[in-house]
């Protein structure tokens, strides 16, 4: 017989919840953790599965899908089949995380977005799934490797290459969205930009038809070009080489290995080049990266002005004075000196140059001669710049040269070969008047450093150049390079 009943459905002291399971997914890219995935043969995504309500020590299974975006399907493998994977695991609580990975080839789908979908199982029964194509949190984008480059002088760090037989042009590229631990080549070359030869020394005599034929057969066989497809052939590319081997000598090309520890990094690539006879030349790198024998990025626009630089000629301007009070007028003197301030533009920092000066009588145009010998004196220095100024100090007899107008000429050096000329007969800053009256006190020249000096480079400078900037526009049938005044 019933004898008391407790039946009463909204008691919660008689109430339990059963706790249905749940999951959310967070995807992200193996190499770093962020949401891009680098385009490779291994690729990784690490898709962290947070659950709840699960029971503690019982044996769950996660089997997650990745999808693509683009179309809503599966992501298939070289095989055809959609990419998946599943991880059986026991918690020891009833909500945590457990993390679930996706292995497979990313080299071709770069530019797609892929979503991982999972469903959680207890012995083949689904608890839960978490399938949103449209949430941010369950899906990554597949980038593909992309190339910058930066060229800078080798020498001095800017963008104006000295026209010397020694000549460098560095190229920074940097590169972005690798696979790490992926081995990938950089191939540059320098080219000429006006021209979209490679550059090759001015007294080449490899003609620009063969030039054209080397450049073209080494792009063919990287798979470059209108009917490439960015396939190495190694075998078309060796015999490329090998064809036109003493054409390839005169080019100025690189190649780097790197086997990058993250998904960016950045490499030097160094361009050694006389450009003794190229001033005017404005120079382009230009660099593909590859991996496994396929060209995955290149930089190949002769017109980026980061990937630039400009052969500028060293060039030099000078002002003669009197010693004693910086003016152009000398005593006809048995001891009379004469400074010639010359400004330099463009040399090469830590490079030794000469200075060799001769005084001309402006009434002859030949050079002033003093008990039957020249005139000339001679100064050698070091610049710790590409501009600055340097000071030749010829010291001679005057006496019976009242009324004479001395220019001074003056020739730049460089390992023995002339590299600027500055010899102008009609300059009035290269002449000084020797006369018996002496002139009015003045301040003399001052010395290298002070403001007088620093007044005067910056006036030579802006004659003989008009600012580094000019190299841009210059082209190599625009100027003489051994002129300046061109300049």
Not at 73 to 85: H, I, S
Request: aromatic share 4%; proline share 5%; net charge negative.
């Amino acid at each position: 017989l019933e004898v008391a009943v407790h039946a009463d459905i909204d008691d919660e002291g008689q109430t339990v919840e059963v706790e249905r399971p749940e999951i959310g997914t967070q995807a992200s890219d193996g190499a770093d953790g962020d949401k891009e995935v680098a385009a490779g043969p291994e690729a990784v995504v690490v898709d962290a599965v947070a659950y709840e309500g699960l029971v503690p020590g019982r044996e769950y299974v996660l089997t997650g899908s990745l999808m693509l975006k683009s179309t809503g399907e599966p992501l298939l493998d070289v095989d055809g089949k959609p990419v998946t994977t599943s991880k059986a695991f026991t918690p020891t609580a009833s909500s945590g995380t457990v993390e679930v990975e996706f292995r497979f080839d990313s080299s071709l789908i770069a530019g797609e977005e892929l979503v991982a979908f999972e469903a959680l199982s207890e012995q083949g029964v689904e608890l839960a799934v978490h399938a949103d194509i449209e949430d941010a949190g369950q899906t990554v984008e597949v980038v593909a490797p992309s190339i910058a480059t930066t060229a800078r002088d080798g020498l001095d760090g800017d963008k104006a290459v000295t026209a010397d037989p020694g000549a460098k042009v560095v190229d920074t590229v940097s590169l972005t969205g690798l696979a790490p631990g992926r081995e990938y080549e950089v191939h540059g070359i320098l080219m000429d930009a006006d021209t979209g030869l490679p550059a090759v020394p001015a007294d080449s005599e490899v003609a620009d038809e063969e030039l054209t034929a080397a450049v073209e057969a080494i792009a063919q066989a990287m798979g470059l070009g209108e009917q490439g497809d960015g396939t190495v052939d190694r075998k078309a590319l060796a015999d490329a080489l090998a064809e036109h081997k003493a054409t390839l000598a005169e080019m100025a090309v690189a190649k780097r290995a790197v086997t990058p520890e993250g998904t960016s990094t950045a490499v030097e690539l160094e361009y050694p080049i006389d450009a003794s006879g190229l001033a005017g030349m404005t120079t382009v790198c230009l660099a593909v990266l590859v991996a496994d024998d396929t060209v995955v990025a290149s930089e190949l626009d002769l017109g980026c002005a980061d990937q630039q630089c400009g052969v500028v000629a060293p060039a030099i301007g000078t002002e003669l004075t009197d010693a004693t009070d910086g003016d152009h007028e000398a005593l006809d003197s048995a001891t009379a000196v004469l400074v010639d301030t010359v400004a330099y533009r463009d040399l090469i920092p830590g490079k030794e140059y000469v200075l060799q000066g001769v005084l001309m009588d402006k009434s002859t145009g030949k050079p002033l001669l003093v008990a039957d010998r020249e005139v000339t004196a001679s100064a050698t220095f070091v610049p710790n710049a590409p501009d600055g100024v340097a000071e030749v100090e010829f010291s001679f007899d005057a006496r019976g040269l009242k009324g004479r107008e001395l220019v001074a000429f003056e020739t730049l050096s460089k390992d023995g070969l002339e590299v600027a000329v500055h010899a102008d007969i009609d300059d009035e800053a290269q002449t000084v008047t020797v006369t018996d009256v002496p002139g009015m006190p003045g301040q003399s020249l001052a010395k290298t450093g002070d403001a007088t000096a620093a007044a005067t480079l910056i006036a030579f400078l802006a004659v003989l150049a008009g600012g580094l900037g000019a190299w841009a526009a210059r082209r190599r049938t625009a100027s003489d390079p051994d002129d300046p005044a061109d300049e």
